[in-house]
């Protein structure tokens, strides 16, 4: 399908490439012909053959020149000269232009947004964009940012998928990715949406089996049909992944800011809220929070209840946690007696065996471990605060939790501190279980899991 070449193409041709570094165009081309597995054209008049990044590559005068064909086109020219450029992309029969100019509707022109929009109409070229950083995709080695690397790190990949209303958090996301090994393999920055909004971009990841999760930025919609196709994309995507959302713009103020922006309109968040329920998506706090629920969901099976076991070395952290998963309507019932009589065989006199089960700071790994195997039947999730600074406890608790995973629970991680054994801790877990550095973000984790199986059941008002 045509749209498939927005993620997956055989060949990109960049308009507007520049063997001049430190510019848009040369930025673009090297990271495309660093990595991405397909073929590369780069087209401008002003060269024949240029240098970047120590090759010397052949440049084409239009991209009507290149012999072969060409699934996607980069455009990054001037504003006024895009309709022009996609009048020969058309006419080369390419199937999608990504179109990192901006000087568009976000602008003020509307009018030059809309010739655009009637050029690609004109010769079924799909766009995305314009005023956007385009596309990101581990899988195939595609990138389109204009960002050089030692400025904005790519992710190595992973089962998350993110699509972004703005470039500018797009990117810093992917930068902070790369720094805390969250596994985003794909990533889209749909602009102003001329043409390619989320709803479609949500159908294609639907039937990627790499992605587990969709995570969307969302400032606002414009259009009446974008609202419809996110609508119907999201039921249908929720019904298989999970989807999340981080929706900006609530306040009269901050709408007025999503305007300008990326020319949404942020509208009445009261109407957004009913929306992403009505979609079956999960509403995220803030960026931080949308990625922390897309980690869980990505990593761990889904709970068959809200009984929550807490399990910690620290009372202080136990009190905490309980606060905070009952804050988000999750239950922390008391240890069945049945449990409390079997647990007392095998752990320490001092240990605190209600729930939390504190094991308290005379703690060992095996402790935990004792306490994991013969609580996780009488629990539905659980919630490990691995405080390992006292003596008994050190980053071989790792291994014991992710053990515990076997039994098909969900397990999250509380992990606070930056000692070498504590990042080790971390580092062994990762990519297994989810780590977080609060209680507060362990239990929200927690929460989306349990929203997406209420979801899953056919119950979509939230808890």
């Known amino acids: 399908m045509t749209l498939q070449a927005l993620i997956s193409p055989g060949s990109v041709a960049v308009i507007g490439a520049s063997a001049k570094p430190r510019t848009i165009g040369y930025t673009i081309s090297a990271q495309l012909i660093k990595r991405f597995r397909g073929r590369v ?62 000087g568009f509707a976000e602008a003020g022109n509307a009018e030059l947004e809309a010739e655009v929009a009637r050029v690609a109409g004109v010769y079924g070229v799909r766009v995305l964009g314009p005023n956007c950083v385009g596309v990101y995709n581990a899988e195939v080695g595609l990138d389109t940012m204009f960002l050089p690397e030692e400025k904005a790190a790519r992710p190595a990949g992973g089962p998350i998928a993110f699509i972004s209303q703005s470039g500018a958090v797009m990117t810093a996301i992917l930068d902070w990715a790369a720094a805390e090994g969250i596994g985003i393999g794909l990533a889209v920055n749909v602009g102003n949406r001329a043409d390619i909004g989320e709803g479609e971009i949500l159908g294609l990841l639907r039937r990627l089996d790499y992605v587990k999760v969709a995570a969307l930025y969302i400032e606002g919609f414009r259009r009446r049909r974008e609202v419809e196709e ?136 095996e402790d935990f471990a004792n306490a994991l195997e013969r609580a996780l039947d009488y629990f539905d999730m659980v919630l490990v605060a691995a405080l390992i600074h006292p003596p008994g406890l050190d980053e071989r608790l790792a291994d014991y939790i992710i053990e515990s995973t076997r039994r098909g629970k969900p397990i999250v991680v509380v992990s606070i501190g930056n000692s070498p054994a504590v990042k080790e801790l971390e580092r062994r877990l990762k990519g297994k279980v989810p780590v977080y550095n609060s209680p507060r973000r362990a239990a929200r984790a927690l929460w989306a899991l349990y929203r997406y199986s209420e979801i899953k059941r056919g119950r979509s008002t939230p808890t």
């Open 41 to 102: 054209y780069l087209v401008n008049p002003n060269y024949g053959e240029g240098v970047i990044e120590g090759r010397t590559v052949k440049f084409y005068r239009s991209v009507l020149d290149i012999e072969d064909e060409v699934d996607m086109a980069v455009v990054a020219v001037p504003a006024k000269a895009v309709p022009g450029v996609l009048e020969e992309a058309g006419r080369k029969g390419v199937k999608v232009a990504v179109i990192v100019s901006g």
């Open 230 to 365: 996110f609508l119907r994309s999201a039921k249908e995507f929720s019904r298989d992944k999970p989807v999340l959302v981080y929706k900006a713009g609530r306040g009269a103020d901050s709408a007025r800011a999503a305007k300008s922006h990326t020319a949404a309109l942020a509208g009445n968040y009261e109407y957004y809220k009913a929306l992403f329920r009505q979609a079956g998506a999960i509403e995220a706090e803030d960026l931080l929070d949308l990625f922390d629920m897309a980690q869980a969901l990505a990593l761990l099976p889904l709970p068959k209840g809200p009984n929550t076991l807490v399990v910690t070395s620290s009372g202080g952290i136990g009190v905490q946690a309980t606060d905070f998963l009952l804050e988000q309507g999750l239950k922390v019932p008391k240890t069945p007696q049945a449990l409390e009589e079997e647990l007392r065989r095998v752990l320490p006199p001092l240990a605190s065996l209600g729930n939390p089960i504190d094991l308290t700071g005379g703690a060992t790994n």
